[in-house]
């Protein structure tokens, strides 16, 4: 049984992790290729793009898939229409891998935009130091705001258009809470922007935000296809995939 899973997220990670070397398994992993140097799950990778449904739909089936896990990030809503139509088109089982959203608890100002765009016609309102960690894909909603200062954290450094005052710290999580108290105190941050990507790793920012009393603009998820089911954590997507192998007839005995 040959299983594809997408994405380059601790998720999907994790997934590959619980399923490698399972007898009868077929394992393959697809990155994006947005990061220089990923964290490569166990299992067979391939990187990049796949030419949109219809690529992915030929590749299901060149490659004899048996089912499909999308384990993008939260924001990759293109990939995720992607894989439902080629998995209704090839007949392929489709579960996706969401880790859940943040949830504003009290203390916190948040402030929930729609966009990147929504959140930097925000900003002027609410702080002149701003730290973005919305990585470095979409910073041209923020170039021209000239009057206010950005710390952007980022995996690989950013390309123009840009903010003209920026400083960029290459960095990637899992991030602790006293490190990010320590971040805010030492760059003076009045104004958080973020994306709303759910998870442990990179949510100490929002814990530290709340403590300093620092305004946070959250980027709300896009739309994502209504009709594939979906579970929380990777243990529930290798207890479906593994169902699939139980069910399937040409799976290796012994």
Same mark, same amino acid.
């Given at each position: 049984?040959h299983?594809?899973?997408?994405?380059g997220t601790?998720e999907?990670?994790?997934? %590959?992790g619980?399923? !490698?070397?399972?007898?009868?398994?077929k394992l393959?992993?697809s990155?994006?290729g947005r990061v220089?140097s &990923?964290?490569?799950p166990?299992?067979?990778?391939?990187?990049?793009?796949?030419?949109?449904?219809d690529g992915l739909?030929? +590749?299901?089936?060149d !490659?004899?898939? /048996?089912?499909?896990?999308d384990?993008t990030?939260?924001?990759?809503?293109?990939?995720s229409?992607?894989?439902?139509?080629? %998995?209704?088109?090839?007949?392929?089982?489709?579960l996706?891998?969401?880790r859940?959203?943040?949830?504003p608890?009290?203390?916190?100002? +948040?402030?929930e935009?729609d966009?990147?765009?929504?959140?930097?016609?925000?900003?002027p309102a609410?702080?002149?130091?701003?730290f973005?960690?919305t990585g470095?894909?979409?910073l041209?909603a923020?170039?021209?705001? /000239?009057?206010?200062?950005f710390l952007?954290r980022s995996?690989d450094? &950013? =390309?123009?258009?840009?903010?003209?005052?920026?400083?960029?710290?290459?960095d990637?999580?899992?991030?602790t809470? =006293?490190?990010e108290?320590?971040?805010?105190?030492?760059h003076?941050i /009045?104004?958080v922007v973020?994306? /709303?990507?759910?998870g442990?790793a990179t949510?100490?920012?929002?814990?530290a935000?709340r403590?300093?009393?620092?305004?946070?603009?959250?980027?709300?998820?896009p739309?994502?296809?209504?009709h594939?089911?979906v579970v929380?954590?990777?243990e529930? %997507?290798?207890? +479906?995939t593994l169902d699939?192998?139980?069910e399937?007839?040409?799976?290796?005995?012994?």
């Amino acid at each position: 049984m040959h299983v594809l899973i997408l994405g380059g997220t601790t998720e999907a990670r994790r997934l %590959a992790g619980l399923l !490698h070397g399972t007898p009868g398994l077929k394992l393959t992993s697809s990155l994006a290729g947005r990061v220089a140097s &990923p964290r490569l799950p166990p299992g067979d990778v391939r990187v990049g793009g796949f030419g949109g449904t219809d690529g992915l739909a030929a +590749w299901l089936r060149d !490659h004899e898939v /048996d089912a499909l896990v999308d384990a993008t990030h939260p924001f990759a809503a293109t990939m995720s229409f992607h894989a439902a139509e080629a %998995a209704a088109l090839t007949h392929v089982p489709l579960l996706a891998l969401r880790r859940p959203g943040w949830v504003p608890v009290p203390g916190d100002q +948040w402030h929930e935009v729609d966009s990147a765009a929504e959140a930097a016609r925000a900003l002027p309102a609410l702080g002149r130091r701003v730290f973005l960690t919305t990585g470095r894909m979409g910073l041209a909603a923020f170039a021209d705001l /000239d009057g206010l200062w950005f710390l952007l954290r980022s995996v690989d450094a &950013p =390309e123009p258009p840009r903010p003209r005052l920026m400083e960029t710290l290459l960095d990637r999580g899992p991030f602790t809470l =006293e490190g990010e108290r320590a971040l805010l105190r030492r760059h003076r941050i /009045d104004v958080v922007v973020t994306k /709303d990507s759910g998870g442990a790793a990179t949510a100490p920012k929002l814990t530290a935000a709340r403590e300093a009393g620092v305004p946070v603009v959250v980027i709300r998820r896009p739309p994502v296809p209504a009709h594939v089911p979906v579970v929380p954590g990777p243990e529930q %997507a290798a207890r +479906w995939t593994l169902d699939r192998l139980e069910e399937c007839p040409f799976r290796a005995v012994g």
